[in-house]
């Protein structure tokens, strides 16, 4: 129960911030949903950085992963809005921004956590030098 608890927690603070972002920064009709691929692109490189530091460390709190990694980074990026704005995008006939929006999600995504887990690797060996 107490991991439910707060992957219930860690979502409810992620989503909250992620709802922050996107009602700063509302998407106009017919166009990309900027708000949401940035989101979707920091929450991907904050998931980079976490897993590998998470993953040095000898001793970690049981709860903190599924608090921060599921719960707060999965509450915070939204994939399911992702492929609901790239449906809309499809229905009212924005056919090239769907894809775009598509394609340029999906790899900005894959590119920051790759890249932030790699300049954590990076940072973390210079630092133990």
């Known amino acids: 129960m107490p991991v439910a608890g ?3 927690l ?4 992620g989503a909250t911030a992620r709802y922050g972002v996107q009602s700063a920064w509302p998407t106009a009709a017919g166009g990309i949903p900027w708000a949401t691929l940035t989101v979707n ?3 991907c490189a904050v998931i980079g950085v976490f897993m590998v530091v998470v993953g040095s460390l000898r001793t970690v709190h049981p709860l903190l992963r599924p608090f921060f990694g599921t719960g707060v980074l999965g509450g915070f990026t939204t ?3 992702y492929a609901g704005d790239t449906d809309t995008l499809l229905a009212a006939g924005h056919t090239r921004e769907a894809l775009v929006y ?3 999600t999906l790899a900005a995504a894959l590119a920051a956590a790759w890249s932030a887990a790699w300049l954590t690797r990076r ?3 210079w630092r133990r030098r």
């Open 6 to 8: 707060v992957v219930a």
């Open 102 to 104: 598509l394609t340029v």
């Open 79 to 81: 994939f399911s809005t």
């Open 123 to 125: 940072v973390m060996a």
């Open 41 to 43: 692109a920091v929450g």
């Open 10 to 13: 860690g979502g409810a603070l």
